[in-house]
Nanobody, 127 residues
Framework: QVRLVESGGGSVQAGGSLRLSCAAS????????MAWFRQVPGKEREGVGS????????YYADSVKGRFTISQDNAKTTLYLQMNSLKPEDTAMYYC????????????????????WGQGTQVTVSS
């Protein structure tokens, strides 16, 4: 079992920055992919970016490329999402996810698949 706990959300004005963290515990050795998703009420959860924990390869949604950066600590137990140049449309609940498979590209994540999820952290960007 893997437990994920997000932190770092908050309110910021447009153009500002936030850094989210996701602390993983439990059987983290079994995790090969981690990702950030976000969701607004009434819409499906969408992938923001993902990382192959073994090699550090990262993948991003077009909407955040050049503004968001995913990284991990050396122990590969904490995932980060650095968010710069935030826009009001980035407002959402942000979730950390992890899975055992090696298919880390965002398109290979199935929302109802065998993933671990955190409880989410709210990000609000005001104009």
């Amino acid at each position: 079992q893997v437990r994920l706990v997000e932190s770092g959300g908050g309110s910021v004005q447009a153009g500002g920055s936030l850094r989210l963290s996701c602390a993983a515990s439990g059987y983290t050795y079994s995790i090969h992919c981690m990702a950030w998703f976000r969701q607004v009420p009434g819409k499906e959860r969408e992938g923001v970016g993902s990382i192959y924990t073994g090699g550090g390869n990262t993948y991003y949604a077009d909407s955040v490329k050049g503004r968001f950066t995913i990284s991990q600590d050396n122990a590969k137990t904490t995932l980060y999402l650095q968010m710069n140049s935030l826009k009001p449309e980035d407002t959402a609940m942000y979730y950390c996810a992890a899975k055992n498979s090696y298919n880390c590209i965002l398109g290979f994540w199935k929302l109802n698949g065998d993933n671990y999820w955190g409880q989410g952290t709210q990000v609000t960007v005001s104009s």
